[in-house]
Structures are given as C-alpha cells and as structure tokens.
T-cell receptor, first 114, second 117 residues
Framework: AQTVTQSQPEMSVQEAETVTLSCTYD???????LFWYKQPPSRQMILVIR??????QNATENRFSVNFQKAAKSFSLKISDSQLGDTAMYFC???????????FGAGTRLTVKP | ETGVTQTPRHLVMGMTNKKSLKCEQH?????MYWYKQSAKKPLELMFV???????ENNSVPSRFSPECPNSSHLFLHLHTLQPEDSALYLC????????????????FGPGTRLTVT
C-alpha cells in the first residue's frame, strides 16, 4: 500500500519570505499523481497544485511550486512571498489511477506571521 | 467556495439517534467519496462510489451506511454512533478519467462537524 509522510507537523514563516514543506511517499508504481491541498482554518480543503509522475518538469502555480524528485520519492512544496492568507493545514496526497483511492499525509500546519 | 456542498454543517447527536449527512456536487463528476477527519490523524477514506456503485469500503463500522442515489448526491446515514465517531466528515468528488480534459484531483465540500454525546 502506498504511504505518504509529512515529517513537519508545524511550521512558521514570516510574511513575504519563502517556506518549503516536505513530503515523501512510498510506492513501487511508475505512473501516479501527487497533490498538495490546503485547508485554511474552518474553511474548505482546496487543491493547491498537482504533479503527474510522468512529467519531468516541476509544476508551478503562481507563488506555489513543487520540487518533484521521482527517484527519491520526494514531493516538496515551496511557497514564495508568503502571505497571511497562506496560513492553513497543508496535505500532501498520492493517487495511482485508475484506482481513485487517494492517500493523504498527516498534514503540516503552516502559520504565516506578520 | 467549490461546487461541492454539504449539509448540515454542524450536527450534535446522541448515541441512540439516527441522522443523515448529505452531499451534493455540481461539477459533473462521476465519483464521490466520504472521508473522516479526526484531530492529529490523516484523512481516512471511508467510502468510494464510482458511477453510483460502491467500490471501496475501508472496514467502516456498519453504524455508518452510505447511499448514492445518483452521481450528484451522496448520503451518509448514521445510527447508534460512539463518542469516538466525533469528527469532521468530508465529502469529495472527482472525474474517473482524464479523457476529455478531466483531471483526477478531488474537490471537497466544507464538511459536517459531527459531535456525538
């Protein structure tokens, strides 16, 4: 079974600075998808970014980018120019199609300080 | 907010009550999911429905009973719950295929905060 590990339960960063959240996963598959989700306090879980394992290029979405290291089974999220609204729980997730059973990590609580 | 809605948003029930959680998606997806989110634990997948057919049941106790009457609606019927069932229950939906521009990510509802007394 695939497992997803987020080794940083809590992190903090100063506003406007850059922070990197770590995620590692365990799989023997070669074709899969990875996701980062954000869950702000008392608000809905939303997708931040996704990465297809067959793509070598790291995904980027505005201030959010990933460092996907397939051989190392690592999928870290970098948030640049952190904003107060980035304060949230961040979950890393793994999915192997066509099985749509998505596996989540335990989450990292990120606090952006003014 | 996303195209997945859940009602009620908060629910307090006694151990002998029967209640139902409702989820509705307006995104044209054909897969729907129930998750349980407890403090300091990873999200736990409870049930998966593909095209209204249940394809996953991760050893969930029978006091949780899902129902999927169509690809847009999903229910979770609750009866004789235990205090340890108190949690945030999240519904999600997704495409089953990336054909025709679909993608695999799941879209979540706001959740129902359940407290069992």
């Amino acid at each position: 079974a695939q497992t997803v590990t987020q080794s940083q339960p809590e992190m903090s960063v100063q506003e406007a600075e850059t922070v990197t959240l770590s995620c590692t996963y365990d799989t023997s598959e070669s074709n899969y998808y990875l996701f980062w989700y954000k869950q702000p306090p008392s608000r809905q879980m939303i997708l931040v970014i996704r990465q297809e394992a067959y793509k070598q290029q790291n995904a980027t979405e505005n201030r959010f980018s990933v460092n996907f290291q397939k051989a190392a089974k690592s999928f870290s999220l970098k948030i640049s120019d952190s904003q107060l609204g980035d304060t949230a729980m961040y979950f890393c997730a793994f999915m192997k199609p066509p099985n749509n059973d998505m596996r989540f990590g335990a989450g990292t609580r990120l606090t952006v300080k003014p | 907010e996303t195209g997945v809605t859940q009602t009620p948003r908060h629910l307090v029930m006694g151990m002998t009550n029967k209640k139902s959680l409702k989820c509705e998606q307006h995104l044209g997806h054909n897969a729907m999911y129930w998750y349980k989110q407890s403090a300091k634990k990873p999200l736990e997948l409870m049930f998966v429905y593909n095209f209204k057919e249940q394809t996953e049941n991760n050893s969930v106790p029978s006091r949780f009973s899902p129902e999927c009457p169509n690809s847009s609606h999903l229910f979770l019927h609750l009866h004789t719950l235990q205090p340890e069932d108190s949690a945030l229950y999240l519904c999600a939906s997704s495409h089953l295929s990336v054909l025709r521009g679909g993608s695999y990510e799941q879209y979540f509802g706001p959740g129902t905060r359940l407290t069992v007394t």
